[in-house]
């Protein structure tokens, strides 16, 4: 085999957590709306407005902030009071401060592969945040390169794995069919699907095309065996 | 003379404008609040909320709008109606959404510089964002890199110059004294200042020491004669 020449990983929900984060905030904004609205009708309308703001806010914690205040206003045909509006500012506020928890097994992991391949973490969401979360688990000193970028697609995957010798040595690890598994497929990866158990909506999909290179395993540990039989 | 092995451009209000989107919105934002507070308090009131969030949220339009509803909820101690925040929240979106204009000049310069080095984009901001703007000036062609940072110190110059050898043999062009000059002089590399006249409060510095590295102009096209002295 010709052995792979690149190892890349999604960061949140991959590396640590992120959803979980997200979930508590979307808790407390049905909390706190919930004299006018009921929580699904919220969460619809939530996930609705983050979909269409997708396309001018990107990815991140302040992208679903301004959606969370924009849905409250939506929702109450903009009779909330101003009190609710802070108290939203403030939950984006403290999702920025979020201290990071790595996964079990993450950090040992990455210093084994890290001895033998380059690695690359690509990761979409607000620069300023990433990079945050990034210097607080520990882990950037084993990581070669760091993309933070604006989406994942398969152009994406190959412009970065172009650096590295091209996609066909390339196999990238993540949580979302969505954002890592397929779009790396499309590219000519081989790609690890670490599921989480869970995920915005968003990054749901439906159908996977089977592939001899799309690799599945519960535990971020199990990667070093999957690599060592491609 | 050595001669140097790379240029290296900030964006906003170099290449193209930028300040005045911040400007008008402002204008807007003391127009909305006109009942509640004096422009200049209102001023003051913003800066200090956006220097204060800029260690959490970084600099862009997202964190410039959700400073604007801060500023907002707290001049009027909670009491704003929710008409005001839904202004602002399309502030924020039309901002996102503004056409980019290119000076007059920066076309046919990089091009005739592009033709001779590398040339790198070095910009903050909003990843997202950033990358619409490049994408819509039409001058992404013409960058060898595109760097979109969270933050422009010395490291950080030092860090994207030593890919193309070295400092000594950069040129950082830009309008911002603060993160496009001190630093990169501090880091070893050439500097040319090209005064914008709307510059953030942000952004200005008192004191800047003389330096043989630094050159100053007021039309970027004579960034060529300046280089051909280097």
Redesign the interface.
């Known amino acids: 085999m010709a052995g792979l020449s690149v190892i890349a990983f999604d960061a949140d929900d991959t590396l640590w957590h992120n959803e979980r984060f997200f979930r508590l905030s979307q808790q407390r904004f049905q909390e706190l709306l919930a004299a006018h609205a009921e929580p699904d009708q919220l969460a619809a309308r939530l996930l609705a407005a983050e979909t269409r703001?997708l396309a001018?806010?990107?990815?991140g914690i302040?992208?679903f902030?301004?959606s969370m205040?924009?849905t409250a206003?939506e929702i109450?045909d903009?009779?909330?009071?101003?009190?609710v509006?802070?108290e939203i500012?403030d939950m984006?506020?403290e999702m920025?401060?979020h201290p990071i928890e790595v996964f079990d097994g993450v950090g040992e992991t990455l210093a084994t592969l890290a001895a033998r391949y380059p690695l690359v973490l690509i990761t979409k969401g607000?620069?300023?945040?990433q990079?945050r979360k990034l210097a607080q688990s520990g882990l950037g000193e084993l990581f070669t390169a760091v993309e933070?970028?604006?989406d994942k697609t398969a152009a994406t995957y190959g412009r970065i794995f172009g650096r590295f010798g091209g996609a066909s040595g390339a196999l990238m690890a993540g949580n979302s069919l969505r954002s890592d598994i397929l779009p790396a497929l499309a590219a000519g990866a081989h790609a690890v699907h670490i599921p989480h158990d869970l995920t915005w909506d968003y990054e749901r999909v439906e159908d996977v095309p089977p592939s001899p290179r799309l690799h599945l395993t519960d535990d971020i540990r199990k990667i070093i065996d999957i690599i060592d039989k491609i």
Chains 1, 2 share one sequence.
């Not at 001018?56 to 990815?59: A, K, N, P």
């Not at 903009?78 to 009190?83: E, H, K, P, S, V």
């Not at 607000?126 to 945040?129: Q, T, V, W, Y």
């Open positions: 703001n001018l806010y990107g990815f302040k992208g902030t301004l205040i924009e206003l109450t903009r009779r909330i009071g101003a009190d509006i802070g500012l984006g506020r920025l401060r607000d620069l300023f945040d990079e933070i970028v604006s």
